[in-house]
């Protein structure tokens, strides 16, 4: 499936920002067999006076900017033509989860993809002892880890409700929880919190979602905006798989990765220091347009 992706993310201060300096991860994902960035271009206005244009430990397109003059805003566009290649699961080949430990035990190497990464407490996710009993709970009886997945996302779904109000980008996967509501990125946070509890391997993952769904299949939560899902190891056989627990599904050809990590904290969109006063006003919008083909 061919897309078109444009992103244009503002900032409007309430002053003249003295100093900037921003580190920005909006480009979409090369990744074997799985997505192929066909063109990808991102622009900063204003111009900025230093850019570093780099990959990340975990693989992800950063792009470093710094301005030496004081700036009243910032406009970032990103134009990229994406390849995504949809490879549906037809078995499942992941271990019984009470294998899971000696296989992991096996895996010797720490390199950006080694599961060890996504088994520990993260910046932005704990072990929340809420989130782990609910877990607990569904897992009651024996399974493999990706029906522990389906079945963890599948509860959560039903018990949570996506409310792009309840939270922010600062709500902690606890309190998303004890709300019972939240957004792509509580979603996420909680599920991570609960599987690693359990010890199975989760992480991280930003990207986009097909705005328009194909004919007679519902709207996705989450399409207006960047989106948010969760990726699992689930054995040395099957490897890393990746779930969507706002909207309960296997990850797809609908969904575009832009970046992986631990938490949101590895992954963020904008990240950076300004120094300025008053209020500071943000608009973030996506259109990402299937093509032909």
């Not at 100093?19 to 920005?24: E, G, K």
């Not at 575009?256 to 590895?266: E, I, K, T």
Request: aromatic share 6%.
């Amino acid at each position: 499936m061919l897309y078109d992706i444009r992103l244009t993310i503002t900032y409007d201060y309430g002053a003249p920002s003295a100093q900037a300096r921003n580190v920005l991860r909006v480009m979409p994902l090369n990744r074997m067999d799985e997505q192929r960035r066909i063109t990808g271009e991102l622009s900063v206005e204003p111009t900025p006076a230093e850019r570093v244009d780099r990959n990340d430990f975990f693989g992800n397109a950063v792009a470093e900017v710094a301005f030496r003059r004081p700036i009243e805003g910032l406009v970032l566009q990103l134009q990229s033509r994406v390849e995504r290649i949809a490879r549906p699961l037809r078995f499942d080949l992941s271990p019984r989860r009470a294998r899971l430990r000696a296989e992991l035990a096996d895996i010797g190497l720490l390199g950006p993809d080694s599961p060890h990464h996504f088994l520990s407490p993260s910046p932005r996710v704990g072990f929340e002892s809420d989130i782990t009993t609910f877990v607990r709970n569904i897992l009651l009886d024996g399974g493999t880890v990706l029906s522990a997945v389906q079945d963890v996302g599948r509860a959560l779904h039903t018990e949570m409700r996506f409310d792009p109000e309840a939270t922010d980008v600062d709500t902690s996967p606890a309190e998303a929880f004890r709300k019972r509501q939240g957004v792509c990125q509580d979603f996420s946070h909680v599920m991570i919190a609960g599987l690693r509890a359990v010890g199975i391997p989760a992480g991280y993952v930003s990207g986009f979602l097909r705005t328009e769904p194909p004919p007679g299949q519902p709207r996705l939560e989450g399409a207006d905006a960047m989106h948010a899902w969760i990726r699992v190891w689930c054995g040395s056989e099957m490897g890393w798989i990746e779930y969507d627990p706002t909207n309960d599904i296997l990850v797809g050809a609908d969904h575009v990765s832009v970046a992986v990590g631990r938490d949101y904290s590895d992954v963020a969109p904008v990240k950076g220091a300004v120094r300025s006063a008053g209020p500071q006003v943000s608009d973030h919008s996506v259109d990402m347009i299937p093509l032909p083909g």
